[in-house]
């Protein structure tokens, strides 16, 4: 009996650390988009810019940044903390710092939108070649993201496919081009980091329903329940379909995130289960004791 509460107790430790692993490699993304979204930024940013752009060039490293500290509020609302904890001064402290992440990760979806906006205003240009005189000093984008300034040395090795070569200036910023091709890859992408925010964004109230009930001690109802993790279920199947067309894409960064969040959440969807047993046995600890 001992040894197998001994071995009970290192499966559980093993799996906490794996737990914690996962939470410190998001953590490690937030700086990793950084790093990507700020190279970026050298391309998308001139003079005169506002600090809406400076948050849309950024809206990767905010929202990631942002649902890294729900996620911890999370761990600490079901695992970490007791119920009796999570009163006064400390419950305040939850409340506001979530309605800022909240907040961000709204504005990041606005961000993600703008940005799909940003390209369906791009317009095509009469040059054919990125060696044409006029676009020397232009930034040319190679993949989401990604861009390298035009110059008489680099330009030959940047042509396309003859049906890929007409170029097109991307939306506000006169000094970025791209070619259809690329263009219409990006657009996709695009259009995934804005299905893939909103999908987030409904997991999360999900989720918030599901804490809000057990902080109430109000008993579940079967089927709320039910759909409540019916539409989880869906929403992850659409996170899955995201992570896996980023991982066909080459967006490895994306797609290691997504992954990443999506082990994070399974654990914050275990953590519920457990905390609801716990409310459920006190509960019926609390009846036989009255009868």
């Not at 197998?4 to 996962?22: I, N, Q």
């Not at 979204?37 to 050298?42: D, F, I, M, Q, T």
């Not at 400390?90 to 504005?107: D, E, M, P, Q, S």
């Not at 054919?128 to 040395?153: K, N, P, Q, V």
Request: charged share 20%; proline share 0%.
């Amino acid at each position: 009996m001992f040894l197998k509460g001994s071995r009970l107790l290192k499966a559980s430790t093993l799996l906490r650390l794996f737990k914690y692993s996962v939470y410190l490699l998001l953590c490690a993304n937030v700086a990793m988009f950084f790093l990507e979204e700020a190279e970026a930024s050298l391309h998308t940013l001139n003079t005169g810019f506002s600090i809406f752009d400076v948050f849309e060039s950024f809206v990767m490293t905010i929202d990631t940044a942002s649902w890294v500290v729900l996620l911890l509020i999370f761990e600490l609302e079901t695992y970490v903390l007791e119920d009796e904890v999570i009163r006064g001064r400390t419950k305040r402290l939850l409340t506001g710092t979530r309605v800022v992440c909240y907040f961000l990760v709204v504005y990041s979806f606005y961000g993600y939108c703008a940005k799909v906006y940003q390209l369906y205003q791009s317009q095509p240009i009469s040059q054919t070649s990125t060696c044409a005189a006029e676009l020397e000093g232009f930034s040319y984008m190679f993949e989401m993201d990604e861009y390298e300034i035009l110059e008489r040395e680099n330009c030959l090795d940047l042509q396309l496919e003859t049906e890929s070569s007409r170029l097109n200036v991307l939306g506000h910023n006169k000094t970025i081009v791209t070619s259809d091709a690329i263009l219409a890859a990006v657009k996709k992408l695009a259009w995934v980091d804005v299905i893939n925010s909103v999908t987030w964004i409904i997991v999360v109230v999900l989720l918030e329903i599901d804490v809000l009930i057990e902080l109430s001690k109000t008993e579940r109802r079967g089927a709320v329940a039910a759909l409540n993790k019916m539409s989880k279920g869906v929403c992850y199947s659409i996170l899955l379909a995201a992570a896996a067309y980023w991982g066909v894409s080459g967006e490895l960064l994306d797609f290691w995130d997504a992954f990443l969040w999506i082990v994070a959440f399974i654990f914050i969807e275990l953590n519920i289960f457990k905390w609801h047993e716990e409310i459920q046995q006190h509960r019926q600890e609390a009846d036989s004791l009255l009868n």
